[in-house]
Every structure is written in structure tokens, then in C-alpha cells.
């Protein structure tokens, strides 16, 4: 498969502050995107985007306002043509503990929260953006989603 020409276009990565998001994020800026930095560490996605060029939204991927925001942002810097859902978290607890008392499913939805449904979120709000983009292949591909 061709590599997209991402020269003038834009790219979200979420959790693009720091790991795997941040590495996405430089490769990306190197390749020519402009960059949107949707994390909620501010001091650290303000300082990625200021290297890279790009911008830091504070945004938490659970949240349609917040993934709007990252989208308006992105969009406003080039078409849309890239999301990497790079946000998420884990929670290191047993399913019982010591006592054989289950662990509080609060914990377990929160992690849903931000890996599925947030990871959703900014997959259908980017969708929408990307696809009242022009085409840039001849098939008719608009961008890619990670």
C-alpha cells in the first residue's frame, strides 16, 4: 500500500505526550503532518507539540466536547487525514482480593471508559471530519485510522 502525502495535512494522536503516542506523534510531524497533541498531561503534550510544531489540545477521549475540540483543532490546521488512538491506561488490581472480595467495578469502567469508548469517540468524530475531506488516492481513501 502507497504511504499517504501528508504535506499540509493534519493528524491527531491522542496520548501523543508521552510512549508509543509521543513516538507516533514526532513520526508523523516528520513526515510532514501537522500535528494535534490530544493528551491531558499539559505541561508535557505543550512541550512535545512546541518540538514538533504542532499543537497540544487538553482533551480527555472520553469526552464528545473534548474530541470535537482535538477534531475543530486539527481540522483548522489542514484536512484530516490521520488519528492514532494511542490514549489509554490500565488498572493494576486483582479481580479479588486477600479477603476473596471482588474488585470495585468502578475501576473496570473506567478503564473501558478511556480505552474502548473513548478510543470510539475519537474514531467516529475523526471518521466524520476526514470524510467531508477531498479524496487523495484513486480509490478514494481519505486517511487512515490507528
Not at 1 to 7: A, S, T
Amino acid at each position: 500500500m502507497p504511504r499517504l502525502n501528508l504535506n499540509g495535512s493534519s493528524a491527531i494522536v491522542t496520548g501523543g505526550a508521552s510512549g508509543i503516542g509521543e513516538a507516533c506523534a514526532r513520526q508523523l510531524a516528520d513526515l510532514g503532518a501537522r500535528v494535534v497533541i490530544a493528551d491531558l498531561n499539559e505541561d508535557l503534550g505543550t512541550s512535545v507539540a512546541k518540538e514538533i510544531g504542532g499543537l497540544f489540545v487538553k482533551c480527555d477521549v472520553s469526552s464528545e466536547e473534548d474530541g470535537a475540540a482535538a477534531v475543530a483543532a486539527a481540522s483548522e490546521m489542514g484536512p484530516l487525514r490521520v488519528l492514532v488512538n494511542s490514549a489509554g491506561l490500565g488498572w493494576a488490581g486483582r479481580t479479588i482480593d486477600r479477603n476473596n472480595e471482588p474488585m470495585e467495578q468502578k475501576h473496570f469502567d473506567f478503564v473501558i471508559k478511556v480505552n474502548l469508548l473513548g478510543s470510539f469517540n475519537m474514531l467516529r468524530l475523526s471518521a466524520a471530519a476526514m470524510a467531508k475531506t477531498e479524496p487523495i488516492t484513486e480509490d478514494g481513501q481519505r486517511g487512515a485510522i490507528v
